[in-house]
Nanobody, 119 residues
Framework: VQLQASGGGSVQAGDSLRLSCAAS????????MGWFRQTPGKEREVVSK????????YYADFVKGRFTVSADSAKNTVSLQMNNLKPEDTAIYYC?????????????WGQGTQVTVSS
């Protein structure tokens, strides 16, 4: 199983970034895809989840209205459009699979991508 995240970077508050994730190595159709983030000393936070049809979407309260998640089942890719970024969004972001829409524990994840937002 490989989940390759990309698109992180260093930006100013109010800027945007788009994270992408390429999934390979197995069939992911039975999984919900999503993103979580982590900073040193803090617990992992689930940011967003989406099923492959896009009919089920979850956003954490702290990103609602600013982030948009999408999934492309034909390309096995998942994206996270992050707008109006805030310094508190600074974290390593990981692309992950979840066993179900209601699950908060990721089952697989790859190397993360660093997002740094300065004020």
């Amino acid at each position: 199983v490989q989940l390759q995240a990309s698109g992180g970077g260093s930006v100013q508050a109010g800027d945007s970034l788009r994270l992408s994730c390429a999934a390979s190595g197995r069939t992911f159709s039975n999984y919900v895809m999503g993103w979580f983030r982590q900073t040193p000393g803090k617990e992992r936070e689930v940011v967003s989840k989406v099923n492959w049809s896009g009919s089920l979407v979850y956003y954490a309260d702290f990103v609602k209205g600013r982030f948009t998640v999408s999934a492309d089942s034909a390309k096995n890719t998942v994206s996270l459009q992050m707008n109006n970024l805030k310094p508190e969004d600074t974290a390593i972001y990981y692309c992950a699979t979840f066993a179900s829409y209601g699950s908060s524990r990721p089952t697989y994840w790859g190397q993360g991508t660093q997002v740094t937002v300065s004020s």
